[in-house]
């Protein structure tokens, strides 16, 4: 086979890739996007999830007395988890459970303390997750085939990258020499907007596809009941371990801030962005955040009642394995650095969402001729044919 | 022979190919649209909005305490990979046991001493939930064991036919044969 005619597959190979799926694609891609900035969406929508600092100097409160101020507002009200997003301008989140059994998120000014509202039902985060990440697919036994369905995509996303590669012939002359032609038509337009945004998006197609198959092997692994987890399950504490009380009232247990204190020695450097309260008399506290490497959260699990560390689970502690693959979901959703971080992937996600509507409006327009001319060929072995499909192979 | 039968069929499907692979886009959004009910339904369960579960079971008296006790979803146990087939629970406390109540376990079948009292509830006392193995050969007149353990160390124990805590549940046991 010429080199020629061999590119000529590539480039069919690399047309045909999205497709007759398009639409599926371009909607996982806008989702994605959307996932990405969904935090940011919900903030600008509802401003009881804002937090803004009353004065320049003012400082935030402890974990501690954020539940001590909750516990005077409302009593009655369960504080189960508090957790501190990324960035200032949010509130914080507190997950607590109210008499009437409901268990919501209610968002908690950080410098005074107060419950500024409940979080809406309808979840928009959880949702364009949801929904980018398994099609609303519910699970069942394992993940659900909504996840196949979706991070299946990771491969033809990453055939598209080589294939496109292999095809625009000595591409990196795109980084010098941008070409993007707006008054000859269409085709063109598309077909070097295609091109430009391609080269500019290689390392952001690369993340995403490789960390869209890592899902799909992290779920075939789970549903084969293969680990490759060097955390051990933390079971819960002995019956030596909660004191009895004698007048049977519940004994008292070591404030919020003096267990993030005791973590912090084992942690060192460690900046608490969540705490979760026990779940039951004998489950643990746990507090942590991220540490030196901002993809990996490190944690520690403390007895309530005497604030000993009876688990930990550093940045030291992953095998080598699990420091590639713990870094997956960060490096898919961009959600490890703040909000700068947040603006480039859903920048390259629009992008990349473009790139699967121009490739489609450039295969509306060439590609379906290309490959019936390619079958004539096959068919007739007419040289008139070749030279004709061979022209159309520059792309 | 055959050429003459296979060719016009293998074009056929060509043909329906051609004409309807755009519509595969159509099937695979209808998905989502088809799940998003069923999505926020479950949504609104986990949340508590629908009560403590799908199905009250109600209240039920352990010594001087008491609990309200709910089946999370009104169906059979699930599968839970090697751990088995697991049922879930909800429960809340009393008002005034609150404060009292250490621990709240569920059992199939009596329990012979705190060590073996089952699978612990978790979660707030208003809404906290368990999930209670139920191995496939539990005889459908089984009973479930509520074991409640107090702060300073006393127990309380009552049990109710797992008939009235989970009709699925039974049905689920008949359909799979069980036998004691």
């Not at chain 1, 204190?261 to 705490?275: K, M, N, R, T």
């Not at chain 1, 940045?315 to 959703?333: G, K, Y």
């Not at chain 1, 990349?352 to 096959?378: C, D, E, P, Q, Y």
């Not at chain 2, 169906?75 to 046991?97: R, S």
Request: with cysteine; aromatic share 12%.
């Amino acid at each position: 086979m010429s080199k020629k005619s061999r590119s000529k597959i590539w480039f069919l190979v690399h047309s045909w890739l999205a497709l007759p799926i398009w639409f599926f694609v371009l909607i996982v891609c806008v989702t994605g996007t959307l996932a990405v900035l969904s935090q940011e969406i919900v903030w600008l929508a509802n401003p009881s999830m804002r937090a803004s600092q009353p004065t320049d100097d003012a400082p935030r409160l402890s974990y501690q007395q954020v539940i001590e101020a909750i516990n005077k507002a409302e009593p009655l009200t369960v504080v189960q988890s508090i957790s501190r997003p990324d960035g200032a301008h949010f509130a914080l989140d507190v997950g607590v459970s109210y008499p009437d059994g409901r268990s919501v998120v209610v968002y908690v000014n950080p410098y005074s303390g107060v419950i500024q509202g409940v979080a809406p039902e309808f979840n928009f985060q959880a949702f364009t997750r949801a929904l980018h990440g398994w099609w609303l697919v519910p699970f069942t036994n394992g993940y659900s085939w909504g996840w196949y369905l979706v991070s299946f995509l990771g491969l033809p996303l990453l055939a598209s990258l080589v294939t496109g590669l292999v095809v625009y012939k000595r591409f990196w002359k795109g980084f010098f020499r941008p070409t993007l032609r707006f008054r000859h038509g269409a085709r063109i337009f598309w077909g070097d907007f295609h091109r430009l945004s391609g080269i500019w998006s290689i390392w952001f197609i690369a993340v995403i596809s490789i960390t869209g198959t890592w899902f799909l092997i992290q779920a075939l692994l789970f549903d084969n009941q293969i680990s490759i987890s060097t955390e051990t399950n933390l079971p819960s504490m002995s019956r030596e371990a909660v004191p009895l009380s004698a007048d049977g009232t519940p004994p008292p247990r070591i404030d919020l801030d003096r267990a993030i204190a005791i973590a912090a020695q084992e942690i060192p450097g460690l900046e608490a962005s969540f705490v979760s309260l026990p779940g039951n008399a004998y489950s643990h506290l746990e507090v942590g955040g991220r540490g030196w490497y901002p993809l990996m959260f490190q944690t520690a699990a403390l007895n309530p009642y005497n604030g000993e560390v009876d688990a930990l689970r550093l940045i030291s502690d992953r095998s080598a394995l699990e420091f590639v693959t713990e870094s997956m979901r960060p490096l898919h959703t961009g959600d490890f650095g703040g909000i700068w971080i947040k603006l480039i992937w859903a920048f390259f996600g629009l992008l990349l969402s473009m790139m699967v509507l121009s490739g489609l409006l450039i295969w509306t327009k060439r590609t379906a001729l290309a490959t019936a001319n390619a079958f004539r060929r096959n068919n007739k072995k007419s040289p008139m044919a070749t030279r004709n499909e061979l022209s159309e192979a520059g792309l | 022979m055959s050429n003459v039968t296979t060719i016009p069929c293998r074009s056929r499907l060509k043909a329906l190919w051609h004409k309807w692979r755009f519509h595969l886009n159509i099937l695979l959004l209808l998905i989502p649209l088809g799940f998003m009910p069923a999505y926020f339904a479950d949504e609104a369960m986990e949340r508590g909005d629908n009560g403590l579960g799908e199905r009250d079971v109600g209240d039920i008296q352990v010594g001087p305490w008491s609990l309200r006790l709910a089946e999370m979803h009104d169906a059979a146990p699930t599968l839970d990979g090697l751990a088995g087939y697991m049922k879930e629970f909800n429960a809340a406390l009393c008002d005034t046991c609150i404060g009292q109540v250490k621990a709240t376990y569920l059992r199939i079948g009596k329990p012979r001493s705190l060590r073996t009292a089952g699978a612990i509830f978790s979660g707030s006392p208003y809404r906290m939930g368990t999930e209670l193995p139920v191995p496939m050969k539990t005889p459908p007149d089984a009973e479930l064991w509520i074991t409640m353990e107090g702060w300073d160390g006393i127990l309380h124990q009552a049990s109710i036919p797992l008939r009235r805590a989970s009709q699925a549940t039974i049905a689920w046991l008949n359909a799979q044969g069980g036998k004691p």
